[in-house]
């Protein structure tokens, strides 16, 4: 089983009807899929790779070597113990957002003026998508981000922020996981995985399924707050990565997330199309399936709960 690939370039012509239909059916079966001929350059892309393997070597790899999880897995092999390292990743990672730009990697040459053109170009996607997700729901355009954005009349204030992130080659990848299992807390996440090194997975029907490495292939995965806007019909999806003991697999997420002033909610829309359905089958009336709450609130509980289940998660910020 693979994930599904959508030519995103086939949007703007005879076969746009079909492509949005593959769309839909991808965000509400699989909450994953890959997007080739999305339109950011080649070579943009190439001058990530390149950017972003010499900043590891550079500036992070020697930290890593003097790591928490590299120090307690070899605290774990000199005992001879048949443990595993639970609550921590054999995972390198920084944060790029334009709030901490002061702080971004400065000793790799043209790691900072690549990365902004192209967190440039990731945002624009994200838009994109966010818009065809407002189509295939049913929902105005621009809705999903002006709800991210806080509401009608609000500023651009949602949080656009890349993660970098390296998994280098793991000495005993039986013992310990690169990035464990979690749904991603916010909105739209764009993924720009390396071409070689796979290791990324996600849960579908009960089974573990890889995220297939493909060339300058972009994959995109729903949040949770996706999922409450749609009340429940395009979920966001439990994934992990595994530690590996060859290769040093490059991994660039950028997530479009709601701002922290904004309140979340199911779209009115769907929760009266809902009740419309479920009138016409005489069934009782819709319900809502996701309280309304701040989005500052949320991650508060997803900071503490971010690798236990999501279901609590909404309970527990319903009652904030």
């Known amino acids: 089983m693979a994930i599904p690939v959508i030519n995103f370039s086939k949007l703007n012509g005879e076969e746009r009807a079909k492509t949005m239909a593959q769309i839909a059916v991808c965000c509400e079966e699989w909450g994953f899929f890959q997007l080739v001929n999305h ?120 949080f656009f922020g890349t993660k970098v992130s390296h998994y280098p080659p793991c000495p005993n990848p039986e013992k310990v996981i690169g990035l464990r299992a979690h749904t991603d807390a916010g909105g739209v996440i764009l993924l720009f995985q390396d071409d070689e090194v796979g290791g990324l997975q996600i849960l579908k029907d009960g ?67 809902l009740a419309a359905e479920k009138e016409e089958v005489k069934e009782s009336a819709a319900e809502v399936s996701y309280p309304k709450f701040v989005f500052g609130d949320y991650m508060n509980i997803y900071a503490v709960q971010k690798f236990l289940p999501k279901e609590p998660r909404f309970l527990a910020v319903k009652a904030t």
């Open 39 to 158: 339109g950011i350059p080649e070579e943009l892309l190439e001058k990530v790779k390149k950017v972003s393997s010499e900043c590891y070597k550079h500036e992070r790899e020697e930290g890593f070597k003097n790591s928490k999880p590299v120090k307690m897995l070899e605290e774990l092999l000199e005992n001879n113990s048949n443990e595993r390292l639970e609550n921590v990743d054999w995972e390198d990672v920084f944060l790029l957002s334009d709030e901490n730009e002061n702080e971004w990697p400065s000793k790799t040459a043209e790691f900072k003026e690549t990365m902004k053109e192209y967190r440039a170009e990731l945002k624009k996607l994200g838009e994109k998508v966010m818009e065809i997700m407002d189509e295939n729901l049913g929902l105005p355009k621009g809705y999903i981000k002006k709800a991210f954005n806080g509401g009608e009349n609000e500023e651009e204030s949602a």
């Open 207 to 273: 089974e573990w399924i890889d995220v297939q490495p493909l060339p300058n292939s972009i994959v995109i995965n729903t949040g949770d707050q996706i999922e409450v806007l749609s009340n429940g019909k395009y979920k966001s999806v439990w994934h992990r990565v595994l530690a590996t003991p060859d290769g040093n697999r490059r991994s660039i997420a950028s997530f479009y997330n709601p701002s922290l002033k904004a309140t979340i909610f199911p779209a009115p829309e769907l929760i009266e199309k």
